[in-house]
């Protein structure tokens, strides 16, 4: 059965930094997203990355600060949040497309909440 269980949100001050973690059961996927939303708010891309290539993509609202990457041992992605902002506060999820194609996802997580105070 197909897990993919995210760790690592919390509470955190302006400026500061979060990893969030990814662990995927079961099997590899072609690629991974991170999604967040916020309250009142559409869920929106953060970012992605292809499995095996490794390559990577991200919204404009979170480039230069969010790195997204991967642990081919531990079947983890991770998404490493840096420069921290109040409007980055939102529920992030982990999903994962069994065919990579850009906007399909298979699986979601459960979803860790980000809370950034100013």
């Known amino acids: 059965q197909v897990q993919l269980v995210e760790s690592g949100g919390g509470l955190v001050q302006a400026g500061g930094s979060l990893r969030l973690s990814c662990a995927a059961s079961?099997?590899?996927?072609?690629?991974y997203g991170w999604f967040r939303q916020a309250p009142g708010k559409e869920r929106e891309f953060v970012a992605r990355?292809?499995?095996?290539?490794?390559?990577?993509t991200y919204a404009n609202s979170v480039k230069g600060r969010f790195t997204i990457s991967r642990d081919n041992a531990k079947n983890t992605v991770y998404l490493q949040m840096n420069s921290l902002k109040p409007e980055d506060t939102a529920v992030y999820y982990c999903?994962?497309?069994?065919?990579?194609?850009?906007?399909?996802?298979?699986?979601w997580g459960q979803g860790t909440q980000v809370t950034v105070s100013s």
């Open positions: 999903a994962a497309s069994k065919t990579g194609v850009i906007g399909q996802y298979d699986y």
């Open positions: 079961g099997r590899t996927f072609s690629s």
């Open positions: 990355i292809r499995w095996s290539a490794g390559s990577t």
